[in-house]
């Protein structure tokens, strides 16, 4: 260990009354360290920083944000007396990279040259920290003595808590670490084969009471019902079929020949963001050359990629979107395999170490691991975002490995130049790039994988009119693909192919939830039946086997950690899957749109008017019926109303920008 006599310490001057306090309190406490010290304060400008850096006497330099945390005097020994003899610069959380950073300790020559290259920034220290990696730097992590978060700063990120959901590439250390997780997958997988056998059993029971049409007392609404439930099945059966199917995680070492190219899409994503993916893919272990593609073509972008030694690749126009952004950089370039991320998805330092090895297999075409958003205790939006996603690339995307194929997700993969070039490149026609692109590939017999490990950190849409921009052009790309790409979907092996089917198909639920909705409030204002009075008792004893199986299935195949958010979420989306559906009916196409992701704040309820309508009129329905007679039909539509007004209160919530109602995780709870 080197043994630090002297220590200059740069504190970013903190504002107001308390933190002035602290800054006092800090000049008073550095006075009992054994080593000597001198106290800088400055301003979070880089070149403010610079000249900071210049003016200090000691080598070793610690340069430490008080707004972000506290910070005892004996943590300051301890950091800097566990400090090897080789490094450059240490960070108390190196794993996290996309999260705010208190603290940095430098050698004084090297913060001067990281500094040197940085360019204003809302960020500093976690720029400086990108730099310092894109650069190659040695970096250590700090002692384990954990830094505690101020009492005026929440956390902006904490990690996703379900491993079996998501491994974190650090979990896989060692062997043994590898055997734990097969085991344990190989038992959840066991057990949810033997609940999908007595389930089968259970939906044939509801089956054959449901399309007996004798039981209808009005025709029309009790085919409404049927077609509801009829869409509900086919996405529980293909959800069955999927998680039938989860493979054991598992790891590939060593690499594969050829050059890497990595292409980080961009259009008017601000600058921070970019910085922090462009810095983090650049420093990615293997060979391999990084590529800004930057459709908005802005010079701070190429001033950016020049920074970090990219190449700025842009065009005079945008036709194609992302696709034709891909489609061009791939003519400019000539790697054999090329990755792919969101201008928001900060990659791992491992990420082509983890993925490149599965190439060794020729048939393979690409290789998808995860996204995850580190935002998501932004707020009830980012959260619910979040909650879809661990499902979706949870046990679905683990179930659809089973079957050799994956679905494309747009970021986060690496690709085979060879097998895109034999389709003729991304495909342009679809606001769904990704997912026709991969569906093309699959028809020509090529297979993909998923690597279900946190590979990238990324960032969710933290407010409603985001989120639904999103969720409109997924559901309108799924849906195009399920009207009009049957003759592609025909040419895949067809356990896959009913993967793409009910994957689309999803999306269709905005039927069933109208449905829903609309049958107990029929009955309570008019008084109109849909299943006749007197087989409600056996309308009960067929379904509930049923229903119970599939939510327990549900909830099992998550581990447990099945949010009501994303139920919520997924509730209340009704109105934009019936606008999809339309648009794809009629061949109605929207534009390609960058999903916002930074709130721009405040209330958006114009934007649930249908969901409002719903819960109006559910309200008003339940006093109503309940006023004509109280009867035992009366009782169970006015609970199916009330469970209907609290689904969609999760879409209300998400347009009032409120936060994420989990706690958020302190620095020390987490390290704990």
Request: charged share 20%; glycine share 6%.
């Amino acid at each position: 260990m080197a043994r630090v006599s002297v220590l200059s310490f740069i504190v970013l001057g903190p504002e107001g009354s308390d933190g002035q306090y602290r800054l006092n309190q800090l000049a008073s406490d550095l006075r009992t360290l054994k080593k000597r010290t001198e106290l800088l304060v400055t301003g979070p400008d880089p070149q403010l920083l610079r000249r900071a850096l210049r003016s200090a006497s000691a080598d070793l330099v610690c340069i430490w944000d008080p707004d972000l945390c506290s910070l005892e005097p004996s943590q300051i020994e301890r950091f800097t007396q566990n400090l090897p003899a080789v490094w450059e610069v240490a960070v108390q959380s190196p794993t996290n990279r996309q999260d705010l950073v208190p603290l940095l300790v430098f050698r004084k020559e090297t913060a001067i040259e990281v500094f040197a290259r940085l360019q204003a920034t809302a960020t500093p220290l976690l720029a400086a920290l990108l730099v310092a990696r894109a650069w190659g730097y040695r970096e250590v992590a700090l002692s384990p003595d954990p830094v505690a978060p101020s009492s005026n700063h929440v956390r902006r990120f904490k990690p996703w808590g379900t491993r079996s959901l998501y491994t974190r590439a650090a979990d896989w250390s060692q062997q043994k670490d590898v055997q734990a997780a097969r085991k344990t997958s190989r038992r959840r997988r066991a057990t949810l084969r033997v609940l999908i056998l007595a389930g089968i059993p259970a939906l044939g029971w509801w089956l054959v009471w449901l399309v007996n049409f004798t039981h209808a007392a009005s025709l029309p609404l009790y085919g409404l019902l049927v077609l509801a439930q009829l869409i509900n099945i086919f996405q529980v059966v293909g959800y069955w079929h999927a998680v039938w199917r989860l493979r054991e995680p598992s790891r590939r070492k060593g690499d594969i020949e050829g050059d890497v190219d990595v292409y980080i899409t961009t259009y008017n994503e601000p600058i921070e963001i970019v910085e922090s993916t462009l810095a983090a893919a650049v420093a990615m272990r293997r060979p391999h050359r990084t590529y800004l593609l930057d459709d908005g073509r802005r010079q701070e972008m190429e001033q950016l990629a020049h920074r970090y030694g990219a190449v700025w690749l842009t065009r005079p126009d945008n036709r194609g979107h992302k696709a034709g952004n891909l489609n061009e950089a791939l003519k400019r370039t000539g790697g054999d395999f090329f990755a792919v991320f969101d201008a928001d998805q900060v990659p791992d330092a491992a990420f082509l170490e983890r993925l490149l090895p599965w190439f060794r297999d020729a048939d393979i075409a690409w290789v998808q691991a995860p996204q995850f958003y580190a935002n998501q205790d932004m707020s009830f939006t980012a959260g619910g975002a979040m909650d879809q996603q661990a499902i979706f690339f949870g046990p679905v995307c683990e179930g659809m490995d089973g079957f050799d194929g994956v679905i494309c997700c747009g970021t986060n993969f690496v690709m085979r130049r060879a097998a895109v070039d034999e389709i003729g490149g991304f495909k342009e026609n679809s606001v769904t790039e990704d997912a026709a692109t991969g569906l093309a590939l699959h028809a020509r017999g090529w297979r993909s994988r998923y690597i279900n490990e946190r590979l990238a950190d990324g960032l969710a849409p933290e407010d409603l009119p985001a989120f639904l921009k999103q969720q409109r052009r997924w559901a309108q790309g799924n849906l195009e693909m399920l009207v009009r790409g049957l003759h592609t979907l025909n040419k895949v092996r067809p356990a896959l192919g009913v993967q793409y089917v009910w994957a689309a198909s999803n999306y269709l639920s905005g039927v069933s939830v109208l449905a829903y909705v609309a049958l107990p409030c029929i009955f309570l204002l008019f008084g109109v039946q849909t299943v006749k009075l007197t087989t409600s008792d056996d309308f009960i004893a067929h379904f509930l086997p049923y229903i119970f199986l599939t939510v327990f299935i549900f909830v099992r195949s998550l581990d447990g950690h099945l949010r009501l958010r994303s139920v919520q979420v997924s509730f209340g989306l009704f109105p934009v899957h019936l606008s999809a559906l339309v648009s794809a009916i009629v061949g109605r196409q929207i534009g390609f749109a960058v999903t916002p992701k930074v709130a721009q704040g405040g209330s958006a309820y114009t934007l649930v008017v249908p969901q409002l309508a719903a819960i109006a009129l559910s309200l008003i329905s339940i006093p109503v019926g309940l006023h004509r007679v109280v009867d035992a039909s009366a009782i169970t539509n006015s609970c199916w109303a009330l469970f209907n007004i609290a689904m969609l209160a999760g879409i209300v919530r998400a347009a009032s920008g409120s936060r994420a109602a989990e706690p958020m995780l302190s620095r020390a709870q987490e390290a704990a």
